[in-house]
């Protein structure tokens, strides 16, 4: 063996051992830092600054990220912990830091609406112009305080969100005139802002097939998280439910067609403090059932969410009235839909374990509720049905396993001898890893409504009548 052979394959295995070690030493120093990345979420959560601050003391790095790029102080953040967010800043922690979103702490602050935590990351040098633009939640969050302090010169005030919205625009949709004059006193341009003159039929001019589609979107479908529609029988007017931070539990919305097109929508009813939601307009349009915490007496304190009704006065509503103690009971009692024979469908129980009622009409007076068999109801939590208008199938929401994602649409079919068939998840093409809820039809029947994950969504009612 030559010199320079033995040479080379000695000084060669000294130089691999030496990489292998310096390997190892990065691998468990990387498995190390992972470990403490995913502690470092439930001590920061908990609100353990001494545990935090061994964490820190034993070497883990402040600015360490997860999988996602998240970092301890973004947690601090989403679990408002102000405390936990002023010791990782002192530590060093980076407040300008991006996920792999490009979601800063001062991002998630905006989404979380947390107006003291925003104050305490941009005097802690937090600048809004990094990563995705955190205006828009101020505005969906009706934050007029922390929209003033995110508006800075470097700040893009006519960026657009994925739907292609500038914060004005979202300020104008719901009608916060407050945000619209601060928006336009800071530059924003109007003429960004895309008007919707939609003359549909069904408000959406674009009637879908069998795949389902997004439900006249950026003038129904926004921002929000809206659902439930529900048309008055000669389709002139539209209702349904928004819930946002302007919004909070719920307000019942409304769009008339009027000159040739529809109006923006606007909430249906005074102005109040009460939830309002669920609306449901009888198929005669007489009626409109829907949810509300309002008082049920006066000097009602609770504030429980019952079923309430209010009948057609020439072209208004008249006064709420409540259901009665047969259908509304102790627990929340959500989402009535109504056939044409009057049947009530309904559903209520615990949280968590909710499940299908339905009550008939005598003598002006709905009966005590009766839980459908356990063809309908299940051990999990089974809610939102909607009663066929010939009472032919019931559609509902379920959180029981075996479905698309966490909460599927489930439909049950009458049989003739007044059974229900087994209920059917209605499969992929209504259900998806997102949550499916609400479902609701046109007043010709001729469509099927329902929500994804907060925006509505519609289809031929075909899909049903196919799975039968």
Known sequence: MSLYNFLFINLSSHFIMKVIKICVLIICIGITHFAQALDVQKVVCNGSLQQLDSLIKSGFEVNTQNKRGITALHYAVACNKEKMIRLLIDQGANVNILDKRKYTPLYFAAAYNRTKIVNMLIKAGAMPNIGSNPIFYAVLNNNLPMLKKLVTPKINVDDTN????????????????????????????????????????????????????????????????????????????????????????????????????????????????????????????????????????????????????MKRKGKKWGKPIHLGNEVNTKYQDW?????????????????????????????????????????????????????????????????????????????????????WTKAKNMGKAINTKRIEFAPTLSHDGKYFFFNRGGDIYWVSSKVITNLK
């Open 162 to 309: 994925k739907r292609g919205n500038t914060a004005l625009a979202m300020a104008m949709q719901q009608d916060s005139q407050e945000m619209v004059k601060f928006l336009l006193s800071k530059g924003a341009d109007i003429k960004k802002v895309r008007t919707f003159k939609l003359k549909g039929k069904y408000v959406d001019p674009k009637e879908p097939g069998l795949e389902p589609k997004m439900f006249a979107s950026n003038f129904v479908s926004t921002e929000s998280f809206n659902h439930t529609p529900s048309f008055s029988p000669d389709g002139k007017s539209l209702y349904f439910t928004t819930e946002s931070r302007k919004y909070p539990g719920g307000r019942i919305m409304v769009s008339h067609f009027k000159k040739g097109k529809w109006t923006n929508p606007r909430q249906a009813f005074a102005k109040g403090e009460y939830r309002e939601f669920d609306s449901f307009v009888t198929r005669d349009g007489s009626k409109m059932y829907y949810c509300s915490n309002r008082p049920r007496y006066k000097g009602d304190t609770t504030k429980s969410v019952d079923m309430w009704m």
């Open 335 to 419: 989402f009535p839909t109504v056939s044409d024979k009057g049947t009530l469908v309904f559903s209520n129980g615990p949280r968590g374990k909710s499940k299908i009622y339905y009550s008939t009409l005598k003598n002006g007076q709905y009966q005590k509720g009766i839980a459908f068999s356990d063809s309908i109801n299940s051990p999990y939590q089974d809610y939102d049905p909607l009663i066929a208008p010939d009472e032919s199938y019931v559609i509902f929401s379920s959180r029981r396993p075996g479905g698309q994602g966490s909460v599927d649409l489930y439909v049950s079919f009458k049989k003739p001898d007044g059974t």
